[in-house]
């Protein structure tokens, strides 16, 4: 066993208050299989902290009305919730005004918008959309879907042994037939951190908008989309420390004004009659139907916790902590790191000689360790690195180098059980 040699660092990461940070996620405060758990999936969905969760009780407590239609106090409370999320979000990655950020249910409906109200209302036969290797199946099949009904062209930017996209020969696939690009911000099987900004300004070059797959990036990074200059970003609450159902997809405004409505129902409407329906202004003509008001204004909370802790501050003790567990993983005999991208998140991807991802997660859970093992929704890269599924440990803020040796123990627990 290797463990003997590994010694346990400071938890604090030096100032930064991991364990009162801690304190604020209850959730973290369990035993999983008689072991103190450990909550390594959160590029998955990532933890709750307490005025997330107090802020979907007291909603529902004391303001639970529909929103934008009745003119009675829970009503009125209930919309001003709502929009001053839309403010945040707005605030959060830097857009230029509120009526670009639409409210959907995650990423995946965000990128399936921009595809089926953008994408298929440009898009002609004989066009290209390109996107990587490494992309999650939301930023795949939703742009299959609309090649196959305009018939377009997906183009794939091919990946190396490190994990790093081959920007020369994203180059080569550009060229005036390219009518759109979608990218992976943060990679969620690999944690690489994409070249995004050189690549949108290589993109505009050609006259072709970008949509970037934020779902790994605004946890983790500074995102500021008027920077960057993307078309489209969309992002999820739930992994970024907010409720589950509900995201975010920002759109320049002039590209959302021309865009016809991705569904239709209540709320995106001016006025109906039978013979014509007027569409509402944006960004409510794309958010048809009751939406999840909860999950917005647990959202609001989110990005205000998110904010009191600091990026900055919780992006460098999360760099600190992938260090640590790249040193510690990687000194286990058999294991093996996919994805060594010289910039990257908090999520490492590994396999291990005779062991299935799948059998190695059943393990670490028996020792309190949860993990993801699979193919992460990203089939394709799987082949391109020749493994049918990687175990995944990904972290947040919340996690110590403790952990990560609890992590390690559990492995070598593993490969006993198989050696």
Known sequence: MSTGTRMSQPTSGGAFPVQRIRDDFPVLNQRVNGQPLVYLDNASTAQKPRVVIDTLSRYYAEDNANI?????TLAER?????????????????????????????????????????ARSVLTEGDE???????????????QLVCQQVGARLRVIPVDDDGE???????????????????AHVSNVLGTINPVKQMIEMAHSHGAPVLLDGAQAVP???????DLDCDFYA???????????????????????EMPPYQGGGEMIASVTFEKTQYNV????????????????????????????????????????????????AAIPGLQIIGTAREKASVISFVI?????HDLGTILDQHGVAIRAGHHCAMPLMQRFGVPATARASFAFYNTREEVDALARAVDAAIEVFG
Do not use: C
Request: glycine share 10%; net charge negative.
């Open 68 to 72: 934008h239609r009745a003119i009675h």
């Open 78 to 118: 209930a919309t001003q919730a709502y929009e001053r999320t839309r403010s945040k979000v707005r605030e959060f990655i830097n857009a230029a005004d509120s009526r670009e950020i639409i409210f959907v249910r995650g990423t995946t409906e965000g990128i399936n918008l921009a595809a089926q109200s953008y």
């Open 129 to 143: 959309i390109i996107v990587s290797a490494m992309e999650h199946h939301s930023n795949i099949v939703p742009w």
């Open 165 to 183: 996209l081959l920007v020369d020969e994203y180059r080569r696939l550009l060229s005036e037939r390219t009518k759109l690009v979608a990218l």
């Open 220 to 226: 983790h990074l500074r995102v500021d989309v008027r």
């Open 235 to 257: 992002f999820s609450s739930h992994k970024l420390y907010g409720p589950t159902g509900v995201g975010a997809l920002y759109g320049k405004a002039d590209l959302l004004e």
């Open 282 to 329: 944006l960004p409510y003509k794309f958010e048809a139907g009751t939406p999840n008001i909860a999950g917005v204004v647990g959202l609001g909370a989110a990005i205000d916790y998110v904010q009191q802790v600091g990026l900055s501050a919780a992006g460098g003790y999360e760099h600190e902590l992938l260090d640590y567990a790249t040193g510690v993983l």
């Open 353 to 357: 000689d005779g062991i299935h991802a």
